[in-house]
């Protein structure tokens, strides 16, 4: 009782507020297997097998009836670099096509009925292979594509020859993104691996045709590969490049002066590129519109590139986050003493409040695996309950070959499935929102996003909820929502931002800017200042050399409360991550919080031991005013039923104690209204 006695002592003196929810902010998390096997079509015993635990996205490698980079070949499974050789690139014939598409449908539609609702093949958004002048691979194809047109509805060969596709360096010569190992891609030796440009019509024509074959086997989507890569020069996109700068109101229009020695223009040069790529997705999915109007696109590209995210795949349905590189692998759990997470990407995607779901695809290291940073039974739980705490929708890679692999995707999907209204529609429940331009590295800042992760950082290890505000979203009438806002490594900014900044201080607002900020902000008079009422206090730090410099600055200076989980002492605390939710019903005003728990004492390796539950955690929850405690229930998926944590009244919060958390835990709170509900928020607020 002395623990929650001294908890509640730190009450807020700031009030968080509870926002009508924008439809679809929020979904239910999916669990996600890939699997790039070569073996599927026509195999009942793999069948089988995803049977036993379907996941709800089965992504799969090219099994599709013509291959994006060497047309209809023999190979199935796998993805670029798979297969690339001898009798697997052997073109088929056109009665085994029709053949294998009937296979393929066939595959597709056992998999629906074996509970799978999204099948998803391997498509790349740039990849041919061949040799442009020994007329093999895909040239081969090309060279006999009236045998499969009207078949196949390909429509008319396109004229000009493939060669001419293909994205160019500044030069004029081919544009490479992948190593070659002396004359050839060594995958594809002898042949070569070319990179398509997203603007050429021809590739868009073939590559829409390869997509409508795959949606009328009956799939559900494509994962688009390669989903950002376009750094070309050829003349299509010089064209539009000065159709891409007249509506943007860009004076310079000369795609061919945007070089890396010209900083200005190649930021412009590399947003032209990414809406190129942005607008090839929408084209791939318009292709298929009347095949399947809810046919989905699923993106490769999000790792590190904030602004691709952004940018690029802001209306495509998933994006993945491909972590294939880290010292100590990627794999979420304790690695060593460092705890591996996904926050960071998972609520990025969540606050730019767009379509785009976030895929996880972790690895123990790269190219070697590292066994004692491998994924165990415990780990992939744990990718599965950060998908529930912070995933909006998401969903985290299980691969069909780890041995507990069906036992997590099926205790995972069924507590989704069950628990599916905890996480559709709601919105942030946070006192603290951090800066998150992403767009910030195409003007050359790349710190800012390392801070950024900081800071993050810091607020998890201090159990403190937060968003990221995203340069979409930042006007007046939606930061005042926040109480306290951090200014990470800013070195360029809209005026009207920092106008904004400085007026959310002027009304109360408390900020901590971290790092660089342009010198001639209105912020910067600011700093030392106190909010109105003297609520709270405008800092500035160069770095964050303090691991608790955020926290004591909510705690001495700004006193909005924002710790959630009580610090006890235990180091073990700083491992466990919260993220808040709440939603409020547009008629009653009544309001129902999700409050997620994960814990990351979670052991890596293929010999760790079972992670240890925490016992006795102390919660203060934020009580916004005007509403009575209707019940509070504690859910998690290691539990058959629900649990009733005691609680107990206090004055302008809920003090209530978890006896046991595992990995993942979820506090639902429902709130009667007293009063009416306030005004919904509207579109013109920042969104």
């Given at each position: 009782m002395l623990n929650i006695v001294l908890f509640a002592a730190a009450a807020s003196t700031n009030v968080i507020q509870v926002y009508e929810p924008i439809t679809g902010l929020t979904d239910p998390p999916v669990t996600y297997v890939l699997d790039y096997g070569s073996n599927h079509v026509g195999n009942a015993e793999w069948l089988a097998r995803v049977a036993a635990a379907p996941p709800e996205l089965l992504h799969l490698g090219k099994?599709?009836?013509?291959?994006?980079?060497?047309?209809?070949?023999?190979?199935?499974?796998?993805?670029?670099?798979?297969?690339?050789?001898?009798?697997?690139?052997?073109?088929?014939?056109?009665?085994?096509?029709?053949?294998?598409?009937?296979?393929?449908?066939?595959?597709?539609?056992?998999?629906?009925?074996?509970?799978?609702?999204?099948?998803?093949?391997?498509?790349?958004?740039?990849?041919?292979?061949?040799?442009?002048?020994?007329?093999?691979?895909?040239?081969?194809?090309?060279?006999?594509?009236?045998?499969?047109?009207?078949?196949?509805?390909?429509?008319?060969?396109?004229?000009?020859?493939?060669?001419?596709?293909?994205?160019?360096?500044?030069?004029?010569?081919?544009?490479?993104?992948?190593?070659?190992?002396?004359?050839?891609?060594?995958?594809?030796?002898?042949?070569?691996?070319?990179?398509?440009?997203?603007?050429?019509?021809?590739w868009q024509h073939w590559l829409s045709r390869v997509v409508m074959l795959a949606a009328k086997c009956g799939y559900d989507g494509v994962f688009t590969d390669n989903g950002a890569s376009q750094r070309c020069y050829c003349a299509e996109c010089q064209k539009e490049f000065r159709t891409w700068a007249r509506e943007h109101k860009i004076a310079q229009n000369d795609l061919l002066k945007a070089t890396t020695e010209n900083a200005e223009r190649y930021e412009q040069a590399q947003r032209f590129w990414l809406e190129s790529m942005h607008r090839l997705q929408l084209r791939l999915r318009t292709a298929v519109a009347k095949l399947n109007s809810n046919f989905k696109i699923f993106a490769n590209g999000g790792h590190n590139r904030p602004e691709a995210v952004k940018l690029a795949f802001a209306d495509s349905n998933f994006v993945m986050f491909e972590k294939s590189f880290g010292e100590r692998g990627t794999h979420p759990g304790l690695a060593g003493d460092r705890v591996n997470h996904n926050v960071v990407e998972l609520k990025y995607v969540q606050c730019l409040r767009k379509m785009v779901k976030p895929i996880i695809l972790t690895r123990s290291g790269y190219p070697k695996s590292q066994p004692e940073f491998e994924m165990n039974r415990a780990s992939a739980a744990l990718g599965c309950a950060e998908m529930a705490a912070f995933g909006n929708g998401g969903g985290f890679l299980i691969r069909p070959n780890w041995p507990d692999g069906a036992a997590v995707v099926k205790q995972y999907r069924a507590f989704y499935e069950k628990n599916a209204e905890l996480y559709r529609a709601n919105d942030s429940f946070v006192a603290v929102a951090v800066v998150y331009w992403g767009e910030q590295k195409l003007a050359g800042n790349k710190k800012h996003a390392e801070v950024v992760r900081q800071v993050s950082d810091q607020l998890l290890a201090a159990r403190v909820p937060f968003d990221y505000v995203v340069e979409d979203c930042f006007t007046n009438n939606f930061i005042r929502r926040y109480p306290a806002l951090v200014l990470p490594e800013i070195t360029r900014a809209e005026p009207k931002w920092l106008e904004t900044v400085a007026s959310y201080i002027q009304q109360g607002g408390s900020v901590m800017i971290v790092g660089a900020h342009p010198e001639n902000s209105p912020v910067l008079p600011l700093v030392q200042t106190r909010a109105v009422g003297g609520r709270g206090l405008t800092k500035r730090i160069e770095t964050l050399d303090e691991p608790d410099a955020i926290s004591s600055w909510l705690n001495d200076y700004v006193h909005v409360g924002a710790q959630i989980l009580a610090d006890d002492g235990r180091e073990e605390l700083r491992r466990v991550f919260v993220n808040s939710f709440a939603r409020r019903g547009r008629e009653t005003g009544d309001v129902r919080m999700a409050l997620h728990f994960v814990n990351y004492n979670v052991p890596l390796g293929v010999n760790a031991p079972p992670p240890k539950p925490l016992t006795d955690l102390m919660l203060r929850i934020p009580v916004p005013p005007n509403l009575k405690l209707r019940s509070l229930t504690a859910l998690d998926p290691d539990s058959p039923t629900a649990e009733q944590p005691g609680w107990k009244q206090g004055e302008g919060n809920l003090l209530v104690k978890l006896s046991r958390l595992n990995i993942y835990k979820a506090l639902v709170v429902d709130f009667l209204s007293t009063v009416p509900p306030p005004p919904p928020i509207k579109k013109s607020d920042g969104f």
């Open positions: 099994d599709v009836p013509m291959n994006h980079s060497w047309g209809p070949v023999r190979a199935l499974g796998g993805e670029n670099q798979a297969f690339g050789k001898g009798d697997a690139i052997t073109l088929l014939k056109p009665a085994e096509v029709r053949q294998r598409m009937t296979g393929i449908a066939t595959m597709v539609r056992s998999l629906h009925d074996a509970g799978v609702k999204m099948v998803m093949p391997y498509v790349c958004s740039m990849t041919l292979a061949g040799h442009d002048r020994k007329r093999t691979g895909f040239w081969a194809f090309y060279d006999q594509w009236i045998k499969y047109a009207n078949g196949f509805d390909l429509g008319l060969r396109p004229a000009p020859d493939p060669a001419k596709w293909l994205q160019r360096q500044h030069d004029g010569s081919f544009q490479r993104f992948y190593k070659y190992d002396g004359d050839f891609y060594p995958p594809y030796e002898p042949n070569h691996r070319y990179a398509a440009c997203a603007n050429n019509p021809n």
